[in-house]
């Protein structure tokens, strides 16, 4: 590691940051630092919380990026919290000249889903800072064997979609060219699918029998599970 640029990467036990640290790690441009309790091999490891700027600044102390990534569904986030967290990450990384933030966002949209607007809220507060940063943002088993997928949307308009796992490809771009990337946007999409063409694809890949269960809007607000916040997001991709 020695030479080597640092990037922290917060969050490298989950799918976003996990492949971030990957990517990083078998690329060997950068040293790699996780925010994690977890060994990633070839990182260093590090213990912070997200809602403790103090470790946050001992965390980011001499590293040249940080990939910024949050979860509103966390025990104790929601709106307020995912903010205060992504600003304190913001607030870190310019109290330590990071020279390259990179984080993981979601745009304003006129439906205001609560989990959209706290990212790109931060992400607001961050171009504001002057850190250089880039942000990146994404546009049931049955009984007879077969995968029920139930929707509240029109099946026949495509979205865009990318695998998770390929997060850390459009990270490291990002960090290894910051003259094309630092303060601009990278939308992320890898492809435009619609939910029949997903379960088809489900459905020869996995060897299954995948199909949707199209349910209405009333029976969607009848399930107490997240029915304000889903609903809403169906809204913004104006697929329900």
């Known amino acids: ?27 060997g441009t950068f040293a790699v630092k996780v925010l994690t309790q977890l060994i990633t091999k070839g990182a260093e490891v590090v213990q912070a919380e997200l809602n403790d700027i103090e470790t946050l600044k001992k965390a980011f102390e001499g590293v040249y990026g940080v990939f910024g990534v949050t979860n509103f569904w966390a025990p104790g986030a929601g709106y307020e919290g995912e903010i205060r967290q992504g600003k304190n ?41 002057g850190v250089p940063r880039t942000s990146t943002m994404s546009p049931q088993k049955q009984p007879d064997g077969s995968y029920k997928l139930p929707l509240i949307m029109v099946t026949d308009i495509p979205f865009a979609v990318y695998p998770v796992a390929e997060t850390g490809a459009f990270v490291l771009a990002a960090f290894l060219h910051p003259e094309e990337w630092i303060n601009k946007d990278i939308k992320i999409a890898t492809d435009f699918l619609n939910p029949n063409r997903i379960v088809e694809l489900m459905s020869k890949m996995s060897g299954k029998r995948v199909f949707v269960d199209q349910i209405n809007k009333e029976q969607f607000a009848n399930d107490k599970r997240l029915p304000e916040e889903l609903h809403d997001n169906m809204r913004k991709w104006k697929i329900i």
């Open 89 to 129: 990450l913001v607030d870190a990384a310019k109290a330590k000249n990071v020279k390259h933030f990179v984080w993981s966002t979601l745009d304003h949209t006129a439906v205001k889903p609560a989990h959209w607007e706290s990212k790109a809220e931060v992400n607001d507060y961050l171009i504001a800072s």
């Open 1 to 27: 590691m020695k030479g080597k640029k640092t990037i922290a990467v917060v969050g490298a036990t989950g799918q976003q940051g996990g492949s971030v640290a990957r990517f990083l790690l078998n690329d």
